[in-house]
């Protein structure tokens, strides 16, 4: 026990666990929001499109962020476009760019011969977050919860019922438009802690787990929460434990709770 609590001593392990604990959060509301819109998907569609925007990053010298955060931004504006504008609908569109992105990507990579270890953008490394990534988790979390508490009742009409939201004047274009931003931004901080191949884990399960046994907008919202708070303490804890990758790991938590909730709301109808 003494060697598990040892983890707090180093500061850049607690950076580390304040901003996944952070991008957790941010995941979890938004998640509600793209899991009942059915987007579930588009935090793996972006991860892709985030993997081949820090790829290019790196065949170019860059700051993967200042490349990853506006070209994963622009693609989630363009999927809510194309999804709700044209023939190309949900999933399709999903797989369109993210698949496009990801073979640009490495197609770049391979020409340019970058010697840069790409393991970290697939499976993720919570202790590569920089001072940067701490102060963006804090002002992105800011946002989302601030965006919850005052646009509420919007984001609910909208989530439930699009059409009617706008007949009741509502501008949904902007609402979504926000909600695809916040999630590009979520999706490629969640990227450095959790790698382009598990990140949507962080958005599908909470909400998921949530409304297994809660019914309502606002009890699945706050559950969600909770739920992906616990699931990440605790996969970091078993992963510093048992020396275990970490976003690996915290996946595994977050389907071990997802069984243990989908059997108590099998109770709870019988």
Known sequence: MDNLLSVFSYSFMVNAL???????????LLGVI????????????????????????????????????????ISALLLMRISINSKIKGDAAIGLISTGALAFGIIIVSVAGVNTDLNSYLFGSILSLSDTDMAL??????????????????IFAITFDESFASASGIKTGIYNSVIAVLSAVTIVLGMRMMGALLISALIIFPALTAMRVFKTFKTVSVFSVIIALVCFFAGMMISF????PAGAT?????????????????????
Request: glycine share 8%.
């Open 137 to 154: 988790s804090v002002v992105l979390c800011a946002v989302v919860v601030l965006m919850y508490i005052v646009l509420y009742n919007k």
């Open 18 to 28: 304040i901003a996944g604990a952070l991008i957790s959060v941010c995941a979890a």
């Open 250 to 270: 915290v996946v595994a938590v977050n389907i071990i709770v997802f069984i243990v909730f989908s059997i108590i709301g099998f109770i709870k109808t019988r």
């Open 34 to 73: 793209l899991v009942l819109k059915r987007y579930s998907m588009i935090g793996d569609g972006l991860s892709h499109v985030g993997f081949g925007a820090m790829s290019i990053a790196a065949a170019l010298g860059l700051s993967p962020l200042s490349i990853a955060i506006p070209v994963v931004t």
């Open 241 to 244: 434990w048992l020396s275990t």
